[in-house]
């Protein structure tokens, strides 16, 4: 889990969640306008169409269409974040998705929750699985959570916390493991993400940070195991955010 001290991320969240989790609906012509006004009214000349899909968020009164209660993960319970504990992105549109971070919760699944909730907390991860292999998404795919403690990681990663504490081996159940890999299968094959170590990694092998988990009784052979099999038996599904809470 997150340290507040983690929070900055290098950048600040402009974006602003409305009630109930439902946000603001623009068109994209609207998004265009606004970004394009902008660049020429500050003399900033000839913008990469990169940086331009990277500032639209920034833009005051310009969210991307959302829906309330919307899930990437089919199954999962929406429980959504603070708003100060990620940041709005268009991933990945803006930035590639190229990475699944585990972590351990260092503490129970619903204290993670009101943790995360927190606006003081400062972090969050994408999703919380249960040990009993209930999983809550609590930030969008295609938004920047605060989770890894490292800027470029936030930005290319989602973050999944796994109730526990990391000398618990106890603590990692079966049913646990069967649902993160589903998950995290899920994630590689909507984002064409190599199934591998290089890719699915711990908080501990973020640059920069100070975390050990999931640590040392995490099974890493088992976990890979089951989220390859998991892909190869997980057909291509519909854009992120198609699944219903």
């Known amino acids: 889990?997150?340290?507040v001290r983690e929070r900055r991320d290098g950048g600040r969240r402009v974006g602003k969640q409305g009630s109930g989790g439902k946000d603001r609906d623009r068109g994209i012509s609207r998004r265009?306008?606004?970004?394009g006004g902008m660049a020429s009214a500050v003399g900033v000349g000839l913008l990469a169409r990169g940086d331009l899909a990277r500032m639209w968020w920034q833009?005051?009164?310009v969210d991307k269409p959302r829906t309330a209660g919307?899930?990437?993960f089919k199954g999962a319970e929406w429980v959504a974040a603070a708003s100060a504990n990620w940041r709005r992105a268009d991933r990945p549109s803006d930035y590639p998705i190229d990475m699944v971070v585990v972590h351990v919760t260092q503490g129970s699944y619903s204290g993670t929750l009101q943790v995360f909730k927190d606006?003081?907390?400062g972090a969050s991860a994408h999703y919380v699985v249960r040990q009993d292999g209930h999983i809550a998404q609590m930030i969008r795919e295609l938004d920047v959570a605060f989770h890894a403690g490292n800027k470029d990681y936030?930005?290319?990663s989602i973050g999944i916390e796994h109730e526990g504490f990391v000398d618990r081996p106890e603590d990692f159940t079966d049913a646990m493991y069967a649902a993160s890999a589903k998950l995290t299968a899920g994630i590689c094959r909507r984002y064409d993400i190599p199934v591998d170590r290089k890719h699915i990694i711990g908080h501990v092998e973020v640059p920069g940070t100070d975390h050990t988990d999931p640590g040392p009784n995490w099974d890493w052979d088992r976990y890979m195991k089951l989220v390859r099999a998991a892909y190869k038996a997980n057909k291509p599904t519909k854009r992120p955010g198609s699944a219903k809470a």
Do not use: S
């Open 32 to 35: 265009t306008l606004i970004v």
């Open 119 to 121: 606006p003081w907390h």
């Open 154 to 156: 936030n930005q290319r």
């Open 59 to 61: 833009m005051p009164g």
């Open 1 to 3: 889990m997150e340290h």
């Open 70 to 72: 919307a899930v990437d």
